[in-house]
T-cell receptor, first 116, second 110 residues
Framework: GAVVSQHPSRVICKSGTSVKIECRSL??????MFWYRQFPKQSLMLMAT?????????EQGVEKDKFLINHASLTLSTLTVTSAHPEDSSFYIC????????????FGQGTRLTVV | QKEVEQNSGPLSVPEGAIASLNCTYS??????FFWYRQYSGKSPELIMS??SNGDKEDGRFTAQLNKASQYVSLLIRDSQPSDSATYLC??????????WGAGTKLIIKP
């Protein structure tokens, strides 16, 4: 399958600071990227969907000013958690899709964010 | 009712036996269905996809879909300790958005 690289795999930051997470498709062009958040022993929750060159579509309840998503190229999307708080500590996962709506999306390795 | 429902487990199965994982879904989930495996601290990886009623086999894995009863299952034959993980069931809605279950933790005992 196609490779999606997510970086960093782990990050610890102080409360009030911002953290940027990168998601890269290494061997295909990702027309659509998805950002998920997963709390312990819970399901994946979709935060937002982004298409290259356009603004991200956020799910209900997700603050777009707090979770900034940039999908500036066909191989890179970034998620910036601004003014992070301990309750933002979670496992953030990106996935990328190259084709139509029903094609498979490939997952990055995930980022464990801990806000202290 | 949750849109995609799974028993959280843990489901404990002896090595070499068949592990059976089940998932039920609501009317909102109507398109294709997927089983993902997720190891602790890792992201999900796709195991099987199934689109139509019946069975689909791939190696030791068999997915079964019954749209009338709104359930999808995953059978793992000759279970190995390396199969120990959380198995996530997901289905697409009419907008092709993935709807996820919370996962079933599977433990294969040597």
């Amino acid at each position: 399958g196609a490779v999606v690289s997510q970086h960093p795999s782990r990050v610890i930051c102080k409360s009030g600071t911002s953290v940027k997470i990168e998601c890269r498709s290494l061997d295909f062009q990702a027309t659509t990227m998805f950002w998920y958040r997963q709390f312990p022993k819970q399901s994946l929750m979709l935060m937002a969907t982004s298409n290259e060159g356009s603004k991200a579509t956020y799910e209900q309840g997700v603050e777009k000013d707090k979770f900034l998503i940039n999908h500036a190229s066909l191989t890179l999307s970034t998620l910036t958690v601004t003014s992070a708080h301990p309750e933002d500590s979670s496992f953030y996962i990106c996935s990328a899709r190259s084709g139509g709506l029903d094609t498979e999306a490939f997952f990055g390795q995930g980022t464990r964010l801990t806000v202290v | 009712q949750k849109e995609v429902e799974q028993n959280s487990g843990p489901l404990s199965v002896p090595e070499g036996a068949i592990a059976s994982l089940n998932c039920t879904y609501s009317d909102r989930v109507s398109q294709s269905f997927f089983w993902y495996r997720q190891y602790s601290g890792k992201s999900p990886e796709l195991i099987m996809s199934i689109y139509s009623n019946g069975d689909k086999e791939d190696g030791r894995f068999t997915a079964q879909l019954n749209k009338a009863s709104q359930y999808v299952s995953l059978l793992i034959r000759d279970s190995q300790p390396s199969d120990s993980a959380t198995y996530l069931c997901a289905g697409r809605d009419s907008n092709y958005q993935l709807i996820w279950g919370a996962g079933t933790k599977l433990i294969i005992k040597p």
